[in-house]
């Protein structure tokens, strides 16, 4: 199948949540076989609210147009790419060294004093000049937090597990919203760099609402990059390396990456905001029983998800 005929397939959450039996059946095997296969699946019907994606846009685009001596201003060094905001080029993929032509901010789970993970995860900061970035932000995280919940206890399903096997590993994890803008090229350009380079995310799933213009790519199992391409109302979904661990490679994490505009005199600006799921820092991740046999042994020795995270943060350059 040529390039641009091949697609990802596109499932609808309100079947799971309130469909016919049939229908949330037809869900959980579409949904389980494109994470298996592509790594990613379109999602409909998540119950994210529209307006809401366009007001934390607004917003995250009136944060990224003030000048660079207000922005770093909340960058977080003693949470350096947790909490804040990172700089332009700052990130570089894993086994790279020049950085990826982005700047972002991230929002990460709100604790109540006295929680045991308070302290670990940080606290937020929010920008003074956009008032209701942190009210916007805050919605939109716990929206994007239930429908992960809801899917990865249909992946559960999918493999036949308990249907909470996924979902109580996430309650109360260092979940976060990533808050990307990809400015024009055109003065910025990084000779040899993309404005994401291929990776795998780190975290479990990724909820990734539609970016405000094309760029992303996937890697599929046969080697071909294909464009993932969303509409108004449609959420991404792709599968991470700590899925891929607790899976035993089962469901891989599938590489992906955001190529620059045809050519870098074009003045195209891109925001995204991918929502990546994370365990509870002291979740332990190993092969769940049922992914080894004798054909696939267990690939990885267990590991904290804080322990595997800080080892991540360590290879894209933000801990030392």
Same mark, same amino acid.
């Given at each position: 199948m040529?390039?641009s005929?091949?697609r990802?397939? &596109?499932? %609808?959450?309100?079947?799971?949540?309130?469909g016919t039996?049939e229908?949330r059946a037809?869900?959980?095997q579409?949904f389980?076989?494109?994470?298996?296969e $592509?790594?990613?699946?379109t999602?409909?019907?998540?119950?994210?609210?529209d307006a809401?994606i366009?007001r934390?846009?607004a917003d995250? /685009?009136?944060? $990224?147009?003030?000048?660079?001596?207000?922005?770093?201003?909340y960058?977080?060094?003693?949470r350096?790419g947790q909490?804040?905001?990172?700089?332009f080029?700052?990130e570089?993929?894993? @086994?790279?060294?020049v950085?990826d *032509?982005?700047e972002?901010w991230?929002?990460?789970r709100e604790?109540?004093?006295g929680?045991?993970y308070?302290?670990?995860?940080?606290a937020?900061?929010? #920008?003074e /000049?956009?008032p209701?970035?942190?009210? %916007?932000t805050? &919605?939109?995280?716990?929206?994007? !937090? !239930?429908?992960a919940t809801v899917?990865?206890?249909?992946?559960a !399903?999918?493999l036949?597990?308990?249907?909470? &096997?996924f979902?109580?590993?996430?309650?109360?994890? %260092?979940?976060?919203?990533?808050l990307?803008?990809?400015?024009?090229?055109?003065?910025?350009?990084?000779?040899?760099?993309v404005?994401a380079?291929e990776?795998?995310?780190?975290n479990?799933?990724?909820?990734l609402?539609?970016?405000?213009?094309?760029?992303l790519?996937?890697? =599929?199992?046969?080697?071909?990059?294909i #464009?993932?391409?969303?509409?108004?109302g449609?959420?991404v979904?792709?599968?991470?390396d *700590?899925?891929?661990?607790?899976? %035993?490679?089962?469901?891989?994490?599938t590489?992906?990456?955001?190529? @620059?505009?045809?050519?870098?005199?074009q !003045?195209?600006?891109?925001?995204?905001?991918?929502?990546?799921?994370h365990? $509870?820092s002291d979740?332990?991740?190993k092969?769940?029983p049922? =992914?080894?046999?004798?054909d696939?042994?267990?690939?990885h020795?267990?590991? =904290?998800?804080?322990a $595997?995270?800080k080892?991540?943060?360590?290879?894209?350059?933000?801990?030392?």
């Amino acid at each position: 199948m040529s390039r641009s005929a091949r697609r990802i397939p &596109t499932v %609808n959450l309100s079947h799971y949540r309130s469909g016919t039996p049939e229908e949330r059946a037809r869900f959980v095997q579409v949904f389980g076989d494109a994470l298996k296969e $592509f790594g990613f699946v379109t999602v409909e019907g998540h119950g994210v609210e529209d307006a809401l994606i366009r007001r934390t846009y607004a917003d995250v /685009e009136r944060f $990224f147009q003030l000048p660079e001596s207000t922005k770093t201003r909340y960058a977080v060094p003693e949470r350096p790419g947790q909490r804040g905001f990172m700089a332009f080029g700052q990130e570089h993929a894993k @086994n790279r060294k020049v950085g990826d *032509m982005k700047e972002f901010w991230h929002v990460g789970r709100e604790l109540p004093v006295g929680h045991p993970y308070r302290d670990d995860y940080g606290a937020n900061v929010w #920008p003074e /000049e956009v008032p209701s970035f942190r009210d %916007n932000t805050l &919605t939109l995280y716990k929206e994007l !937090d !239930d429908a992960a919940t809801v899917m990865l206890q249909a992946l559960a !399903d999918y493999l036949g597990i308990a249907r909470t &096997t996924f979902s109580d590993m996430t309650v109360d994890g %260092n979940s976060v919203l990533r808050l990307i803008h990809y400015p024009p090229l055109k003065d910025r350009f990084i000779p040899g760099a993309v404005r994401a380079a291929e990776h795998e995310d780190i975290n479990f799933i990724t909820l990734l609402c539609e970016g405000t213009s094309g760029g992303l790519e996937l890697l =599929t199992r046969d080697g071909e990059w294909i #464009p993932v391409d969303t509409l108004r109302g449609q959420i991404v979904v792709d599968s991470g390396d *700590m899925l891929s661990r607790v899976m %035993n490679g089962v469901i891989p994490s599938t590489t992906h990456r955001v190529v @620059n505009p045809p050519s870098t005199e074009q !003045d195209t600006v891109r925001y995204s905001m991918p929502f990546f799921v994370h365990p $509870f820092s002291d979740c332990i991740l190993k092969p769940l029983p049922q =992914t080894e046999t004798p054909d696939n042994p267990a690939r990885h020795p267990p590991i =904290t998800a804080d322990a $595997f995270l800080k080892q991540r943060l360590r290879e894209l350059g933000f801990l030392k």
